[in-house]
């Protein structure tokens, strides 16, 4: 029996039509809701260091062409750029795509890789999740509450390379309908700087109060799994844990992302739990 495809299966343009639909979409959502999004920017840094990540830009992933990794540089340095300094205010709302915009050869951006229904594919400013990955990465270890947050989900398609951040911890981002979304509900001011480097996506954030608390996060039970379908799986649970600065002492355990992903590469098969 065939399988009946959705509108934006049909061709190039339904897809086109689709996309646009859903963009076009979120618009009138923002609009309708008056979310007060987060735009002004300073150079003078606040005056407490929250948290800083580095992310390497140029990584070997599987037998993806290395020049997608070179444009991928081009296309951070020119998102970087919107947001850097950028300061959200209490009650205000960070966005990523509030601040890149619709990324376009127009604009200098560039083919990059880009993830899609568990595989891999390349589009013109792809490689930007890298940028909200690291977002995410700092403010998980701040105040600030994540409002919109997509997974590359289900799937895991790279082995390890220098891996600095437990798995499934990334984000997925598409203009404008698929974002990466930060409210400020505290009473401090944060500012957040991103920018490149010859090698490294670097990130700070900031905050206008001292921060009472710090954060570690950290994998426990991580193992890989063959299963019944034949497929073998990554498992494990993401903590975050959250320290009082003054006692040392641990005043919250919350679980945020509970991994069970089918792995698309190869694995030694000692490395593998039979269930």
Not at 132 to 143: A, D, F, K, P, Y
Not at 207 to 227: A, C, L, M, V
């Amino acid at each position: 029996m065939r399988t009946r495809r959705n509108f934006c299966e049909i061709s190039p343009l339904t897809y086109f039509i689709s996309k646009e639909k859903e963009i076009q979409k979120r618009h009138l959502q923002d609009l309708v809701r008056g979310t007060k999004f987060a735009r002004a920017t300073q150079e003078e840094k606040l005056p407490f260091p929250v948290y800083k990540h580095n992310s390497l830009i140029r990584r070997r992933l599987g037998n993806v062409d290395m020049q997608l990794q070179e444009n991928k540089a081009t296309n951070l340095a020119l998102a970087t750029a919107h947001m850097h300094g950028v300061l959200i205010r209490p009650g205000e709302t960070f966005s990523v795509w509030k601040l890149v915009g619709r990324t376009s050869a127009r604009k200098g951006y560039k083919e990059g890789l880009i993830v899609s229904k568990a595989s891999t594919g390349k589009d013109i400013g792809g490689g930007l999740c890298q940028l909200s990955n690291l977002i995410h990465w700092m403010v998980l270890h701040s105040e600030l509450t994540i409002v919109e947050h997509h997974h590359h989900d289900g799937v895991d398609l790279f082995p390890d390379f220098n891996r600095q951040v437990p798995f499934g911890t990334g984000t997925s981002i598409s203009y404008n309908y698929v974002d990466y979304r930060v409210k400020n509900n505290t009473d401090s001011t944060y500012q957040l700087f991103v920018y490149v480097d010859d090698e490294y996506l670097r990130g700070e954030l900031y905050s206008s109060k001292e921060p009472q608390h710090s954060y570690h996060i950290h994998t426990e039970d991580e193992f890989f799994s063959k299963e019944a379908d034949g497929n073998i799986y990554r498992n494990g649970t993401v903590v975050r844990e959250t320290v009082d600065k003054r006692s040392g002492n641990t005043v919250e355990r919350q679980i945020i992302r509970t991994n069970h992903a089918r792995i698309l590469y190869d694995i030694a098969p000692e490395m593998v739990r039979e269930v």
